[in-house]
């Protein structure tokens, strides 16, 4: 007998998880659009190598934290100075455009007028609002430093402004030259934390990674019910055959809209020093050379984003092909810093529909001018879908409990395509009254309409059967009209 699950609030169609048989259809992931510059580290603190770029929602306000770092060259790409992190707090109220947020904390050129958060030079530091009930007032806002011959050092706040001046060791065993993140998993109960870790290189000859160091940059994955005691759960698994690609960082967290699913887009470091011909062409030649010549892979290395989820946060579907590329040549990119994306992402408005998408962040001008973060957009759960070409596709899934009387699908159809859904019973037949005819358009929020009532079906497992032509369905809302407090017995 298979066992019935019972679908949450909100499901998303970014893997297989759901589906007993597929056919005709595959997961397809959706690249970002290019929107505007949304801030720029070009004050005298910042520079060219600011960065580790992280962001969440606190109350009305987006939190923006990042380094600002230089390193300053002559016209031919030779080193004058460079300088550590000085790390710094911004904000948003729309995503849209970032300011600095006066800290008034740290003097710089005899001004306490700045945003510096910390007197201190730090490689990296990542800031979170920790939502454990449980959490002192204290301590609500974590901020967790990889220093060197110390470990992950836990730095604290109770506003996210003011932060104790001594950290004390989280994990000492470990290498945390990257952006360490964490956060509290309330169905859990735990806090996760994913950190920088190496693994040898599988194929030293060859394969994607073309690595000449003999490591490959990878992601540890620890978890800990009070953030005392920490249990190392592993590198975390791509799957069998994966490619070996090295991950910078990892950015991964859970997603807000459906939180039963975790989700990253890791930096993704790729050496180029084997393909020296086509280098002149890239943009800033100049001072690359100069940078080659002096530092070897600071001018010869890249970076871009890959996409990766789970169920679990350790086992991790993760895609080969680039979520976002560099893009088409332009001063500034095409380096090793570029596309690194922010941690987080903002809810924003789409101008032309007003209809809500999701804005992340990347880098760009890393290492030749003040760095910048650009903005890019994507529709509501838009980072995969379940895609069909014009010739009819199906899924059908596994025995589910449906969690309410009302579907609605975000969705997207050509105009002579269609989504249609048929509810089943366990053995995959068609229930009476339950087919939605063909669902057409291009909406976040399409409901469905059937003759029979959703509310007969309570506590009953069905099957769902997904018939997709030229379409692509993003996620899919179950819920009460009327929530289960509010009705009459």
């Known amino acids: 007998m298979k066992q019935t699950e019972t679908l949450h609030f909100r499901e998303v169609f970014w893997d297989e ?29 910042e520079g060219c190598t600011s960065g580790y770029f992280q962001l969440f929602r606190d109350g009305g306000i987006y939190r923006m934290y990042y380094r600002g770092a230089d390193d300053r060259r002559d016209p031919d790409g030779h080193k004058l100075y460079g300088s550590l992190g000085r790390f710094c707090a911004a904000e948003s109220r729309d995503g849209i455009r970032f300011t600095r947020t006066e800290v008034g904390a740290v003097p710089y050129g005899g001004s306490l007028r700045n945003n510096i958060l910390f007197s201190r030079e730090m ?22 430093c990889g220093e060197y011959m110390k470990g992950l050092m836990l730095y604290t706040s109770p506003d996210g402004i003011h932060f104790s001046d001594q950290g004390r060791a989280v994990i000492e065993k470990g290498h945390f030259d990257s952006l360490n993140t964490c956060f509290w998993n309330p169905a859990r109960s735990r806090y996760e934390l994913y950190y920088r870790s190496f693994h040898s290189v599988k194929d030293p000859d060859g394969g994607p990674e073309r690595n000449v160091e003999g490591i490959v940059r990878d992601i540890l994955h620890a978890v800990s019910p009070d953030f005392v005691h920490w249990t190392e759960e592993g590198l975390i698994d791509y799957g069998e055959g994966a490619p070996d690609f090295q991950m ?122 003040p760095t910048s973060i650009r903005r890019y957009t994507l529709r509501q759960d838009g980072f995969w879908s379940w895609s069909s070409p ?100």
């Not at 380096?335 to 999701?358: H, K, R, S, V």
Request: with cysteine; hydrophobic share 30%; net charge negative.
């Open 123 to 144: 490689d990296n530091i990542f800031v979170f609002r920790d939502s454990n009930p449980s959490c002192p007032a204290e301590e609500r806002y974590k901020g967790l």
């Open 17 to 45: 998880d759901l589906a007993e048989e597929m056919k005709g259809v595959k997961v397809a992931m959706h690249a970002p659009r290019t929107a505007d510059v949304a801030f720029t580290c070009d004050e005298a603190w």
């Open 248 to 369: 910078y960082t990892n950015n991964i967290m859970l997603y807000p809209r459906a939180p039963h699913m975790y989700i990253g887009w890791p930096s993704r470091y790729i050496e180029r020093r084997m393909d020296r011909e086509t280098l002149p062409y890239l943009p800033d030649w100049e001072q690359r050379r100069g940078m080659i010549e002096e530092e070897g892979r600071s001018g010869t290395a890249m970076a871009d984003t890959v996409l990766m989820c789970s169920r679990d946060g350790q086992h991790f579907r993760r895609e080969n092909e680039s979520f976002l590329r560099p893009g088409l040549e332009r001063p500034g990119t095409w380096t090793y810093g570029d596309t690194y994306t922010a941690y987080g992402y903002a809810e924003t408005t789409d101008p032309l529909t007003g209809n809500e998408e999701i804005s992340l962040y990347a880098t760009e001008n890393y290492r030749y001018r």
């Open 390 to 489: 014009w010739e009819e596709g199906r899924v059908l899934t596994k025995p589910v409990l449906l969690p309410g009387d009302e579907i609605s699908l975000n969705l997207s159809t050509s105009a002579q395509g269609y989504v249609r859904v048929r509810i089943c019973g366990g053995d995959g037949a068609p229930l009476d009254g339950y087919d939605s005819g063909h669902v057409f358009g291009d909406s976040l929020r399409r409901p469905l309409h059937f003759d029979g009532s959703l509310n007969d079906l309570r506590d009953k497992p069905v099957r769902l059967e997904f018939l997709l032509s030229d379409a692509d369905l993003y996620s899919m809302t179950c819920r009460d009209r009327i929530p289960a407090h509010m009705r009459k017995v």
